[in-house]
């Protein structure tokens, strides 16, 4: 495993320290929802970063959106899940070795889209800010 390389948003940097470092019993919460932290590897550096998203499942599969807030830019870990797509998922005490899938079809990502909103309603309006298709990946078992 590469260096852990920490998010420059110190935010986020600190919400995965306490999430690692409790073994997920605190700081798994955005704003009262779930979240879920993903381990993934820098396409550029090769470093490991660690990503806090919110924690979305669609039956027995986990569903990241690279929403960004709505930004008209994707966030760069997409870059790196398409890089690499064999990331980890940690979902408070659970760690699975999971692979990235992103999601192109159009009825199969209306289903994790439809199940991300309900998970977290800010997505649908992240969406109406940019034009931006935002992306939307699955984890499946490797
Ligand atoms: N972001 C989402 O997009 N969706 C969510 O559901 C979500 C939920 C969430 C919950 C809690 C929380 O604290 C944050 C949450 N975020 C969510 C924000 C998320 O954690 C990320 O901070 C955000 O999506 C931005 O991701 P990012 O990968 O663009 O992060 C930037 C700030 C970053 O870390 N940049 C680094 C830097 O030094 O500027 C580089 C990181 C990196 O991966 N570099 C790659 C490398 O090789 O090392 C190269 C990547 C490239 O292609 O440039």
Redesign the pocket.
């Known amino acids: 495993m590469s260096e852990y390389?920490?998010?420059?948003?110190e935010?986020?940097a600190n919400?995965?320290k306490r999430y690692e470092e409790s073994n997920g019993a605190e700081g798994t919460e955005?704003n009262g929802l779930a979240?879920v932290i993903v381990t993934?590897?820098?396409?550029?550096?090769?470093?490991t970063?660690k990503?806090?998203?919110?924690r979305?499942k669609a039956g027995d599969r986990y569903v990241?959106?690279?929403?960004?807030?709505g930004a008209p830019?994707?966030?760069?870990?997409?870059?790196?899940l398409r890089?690499h797509p064999e990331v980890t998922l940690r979902d408070r005490a659970e760690v699975l070795e999971v692979r990235a899938r992103e999601v192109t079809d159009d009825a199969e990502r209306a289903r994790f889209w439809m199940a991300?909103v309900e998970a977290?309603p800010p997505?649908a309006e992240y969406q109406t800010r940019t034009t931006r298709k935002?992306p939307v990946f699955v984890l499946e078992p490797r």
């Open positions: 390389v920490p998010s420059p948003r935010f986020v919400q995965v955005l979240c993934h590897r820098g396409q550029k550096t090769g470093a970063r990503t806090p998203l919110m979305v990241l959106v690279a929403s960004m807030g830019k994707n966030p760069v870990w997409v870059d790196n890089a991300a977290f997505y935002i």
